[in-house]
């Protein structure tokens, strides 16, 4: 019967920042490759947001945001569940049923989570240490197949295998799992795109520093701006050597990703001229490649009534595979059926 069915793919986004050139280039773009061959499911993750302060307003206008620029991206909203994670509830139950099957010492050995409380020492939440486990929740809840995030997710991506792991040796037959244990999918190297000041990071849409970032809705100037003053080195030679020169080796995975340009070809283009006219054609590919994007934006943001009902629709699919997933959880632990 299930043969047919196409694997879930699931990922959440928070609805913080602004995002930049490195989600489109190493994730966005990627997901919409995907949406023939697997059934696709992307929540705004505001539950998890909140785990650090924010301004309501701020926080809805994002949402909207974020949801308009994944379509602009192709991200097509009737092949994909595009939804607000807090307008399905059983994230958020599951969730509790997780804690209870979570060591705190699992949790205590999360890097985010000691990163984070250092930089936020003033707002160390419980929300923010248990934000894994609400995580976990969002993926075993869709039976995920795959699940595409950077490598600074890997970490919470092995704790929701091993809580469902756990959870299954419990409560499941070795045939009839009660979670399917999710693999994660991280982008190809080269997708990584670095921040263009601190070419060593990865490009933040969390950033303090404006010319980090080439966001999806800056504007050509700033676009060309932001490449001029990017970060090379003390050379003048166009090479990819990642290690010795991390600044150039950015600049031309950002040209190879939107051209396909091998960075052979690069080398031998440039050769003898110096950053200048590189960064020039960087910022060139650059622009061509966000025009349709931001042209597509403007209209889809211009129509907030079409976004909601695309949330709409999402928040009822969405539900429509969540809700029996709890219902199979609160029966296993012996849970008297609604
Ligand atoms: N923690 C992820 C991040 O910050 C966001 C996230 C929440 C997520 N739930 C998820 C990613 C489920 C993948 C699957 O990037």
Redesign the pocket.
């Known amino acids: 019967m299930t043969q047919t069915k196409k694997q879930v793919v699931?990922?959440?986004?928070?609805p913080s920042g602004r995002l930049t050139l490195g989600n489109y280039l190493g994730a966005l773009r990627n997901w919409v490759r995907l949406q023939e061959q697997y059934d696709c499911c992307y929540?705004l993750?505001d539950l998890?947001t909140i785990t650090a302060r924010q301004d309501p307003k701020v926080l809805r206008e994002r949402c909207y945001e974020f949801l308009a620029l994944y379509i602009a991206c192709g991200l097509d909203p009737q092949k994909n569940v595009l939804f607000v994670?807090s307008h399905v509830a059983a994230h958020a139950q599951l969730a509790w049923v997780l804690n209870c099957y979570t060591m705190v010492g699992e949790l205590n050995r999360m890097t985010?989570f000691k990163d984070k409380s250092q930089k936020n020492a003033d707002n160390i939440n419980a929300g923010l240490y248990d934000?894994?486990v609400?995580?976990a929740a969002?993926?075993l809840l869709y039976d995920?197949a795959k699940?595409?995030?950077?490598d600074?997710?890997k970490q919470?991506?092995e704790l929701a295998r091993d809580v469902a792991i756990r959870f299954n040796n419990i409560y499941g037959a070795p045939d009839k799992p009660v979670f399917r244990v999710p693999e994660p999918m991280i982008p190809p190297v080269g997708a990584r795109i670095m921040g263009l000041q601190e070419p060593t990071a990865k490009m933040s849409k969390s950033d303090d520093a404006e010319s980090n970032a080439v966001y999806l809705l800056d504007g050509p100037d700033a676009i060309e701006r932001k490449f001029k003053r990017a970060v090379t080195d003390s050379g003048a030679e166009v090479r990819y050597a990642p290690e010795e020169k991390p600044g150039v080796a950015n600049l031309m995975s950002i040209l190879s990703a939107i051209t396909g340009e091998s960075f052979e070809a690069m080398q031998a283009r440039f050769a003898g001229q110096g950053y200048g006219k590189f960064k020039a054609a960087v910022a060139e590919a650059v622009i061509e490649c966000l025009k349709p994007v931001q042209a597509r934006y403007k209209d889809i943001r211009g129509d907030e009534a079409g976004l909601k009902r695309v949330l709409q629709s999402g928040a009822e699919r969405a539900a429509a595979k969540a809700e029996p997933m709890l219902a199979r959880v609160h029966d296993v632990l012996g849970f008297i059926p609604k």
């Open positions: 699931l990922s959440g986004i928070q929540a993750v998890h994670q985010q934000y894994p609400l995580m969002d993926i995920t699940v595409p995030v950077g600074d997710q919470h991506l």
